[in-house]
């Protein structure tokens, strides 16, 4: 079974342009954000036209419309990423996620001495809380470092780290390098040792099903905007053990119960870390991104989307001069291939490509300390989605040779 | 805006071409034409931070006239070097802070002025500035 591309990329709007010059656009920065379809569009476009208002005070008619949308989207996106309304969190995105575990659960959980797991796979958003929380708290920080030969975590000392921590956070699928991590045996193993896990799953989410149930973590990350829904939306799924024991870090309206000049008591469930009013377009146009890949096989999607890394991997490897990171040879993992030119600079080569109509990421992707790891500062990134083509990557490599063969 | 002969020679040069590839093809001839700081005198003191690049700037006063030498691994980034060379080189410091790099965009190179934390070129511009800044009280 394949996707049927024609019908797919009919529904997003913007792959239709034409950029630098007059060639079509061939959109490869999906790692970066996700183009959007228009049912995505046409919801939020719907909402501000016929239903804004603010959600959880007001009985007018389009208060109410606007909350039963925006609490239908909680029961959408709850639904799709296989959990209750009362274990999502909306936040701005996953990097407000984490920080929710860190400074909602870790910080008021956590004391002196006690240690975090985390990975040299991680981005920044999964590395900068934890080093801000150190600071203040005294816990320590454990890493468990990457095998640049096998691009796997080195499972001996995540083995060997986990005795005396509390929390373990792992990227489900690395941004750089498109490998995507023992998620099952890192939740196992953890959990047997009396530590709670938090997995980043912004660049899983987007071409696997995440089922929060089945999974076993307690704090999941996700970013919308990824998996063809707007920026500024994400969620935290959570247990509800743990939301029990967070506290809130954000406060104001509508996270409270009441309000007094001495004290104040908060609302119950997810609605105690949504302060102020919410992101109402954004939670509407999520949903609606879910309802959208809900009607297409995942499996088939992943399956599309690896290919295509694949393929151009392979390809890649063929173009003198290039150096392919991470392993694309196993079905596993994500649509992110990674690449260097031994001569062309990083930043050059994507202004070339971008000369060429193709929208490719350069830079350290948010994973420097990954990065240092690998001997390099920066890498060229394609990222595939479900509306690419081979044609599109064949096309890619075919203006990337040309490239080389002028500039090497 | 007048702008120097040589740099209104490559402005008109730059403006007969369309394509961006080709363009970018002339920056990369542009690199070698710049007012070169060699890579042994890159240091922490003249990088040019939020490059995804590695870029290097240093200036100085002659005669109290301002000039900039640079260096870049990325050669556009070191092409627009050069180019900048021709629009302050032998200016005032005076003329240099108030200089708006429109030349790029008169060039056909405005993506190379999105603002981004990653823009080599503005963060250079913006360099150059102002250490031009800080050799007004020396001219």
Redesign the interface.
Known sequence: MSLDLDAIRADFPILSRKVSGGKDLVYLDNAATTQKPQSVIDAMTHYYEQSNANVHRAVHTLAAEATEQYESARDTLADWFGTTRDNLIFTSGTTEAINLVAWGWARSNLNTGDAVVITEMEHHADIVPWQLLAEEKGIEIRVVPIDTESDTLDMEIFSASLPGSRLVCVVHTSNVLGVANPVAEIISQSHDCGAKVLIDAAQAAPHEKIDFTAMGADFVAISGHKMCGPTGIGCLLATSESIEEMEPFMSGGDMIETVTMEKSTFATGPQKFEAGTPKIAEAIGFAAAAEYLSKLDMKVVHSHIRGLATYTASELQSVPGITVYGDHSVPEGSGVVSFLHDSIHAEDLARFMDAGGFAMRTGHHCAQPLLDAYGVTSTNRVSFYLYNTKAEAAAFIEHLRYIVGKFA | MTWPEALQAAIDEFADV????E???ML?EWAAEVNELPVDEWNDDNMIHGC??QAHVMCHLEDGQFYMRGGA?????QGLMAITCLAVNGRPPEEVVDLEPTFVDEMGLK?SLTPSR?N?FLNMFKRVQDEARSLMGDA
């Open positions: 369309f394509d961006p590839m363009r970018y093809e990369f995804q690049s691994d990325a050669q556009i980034v993506a990653s080599g």
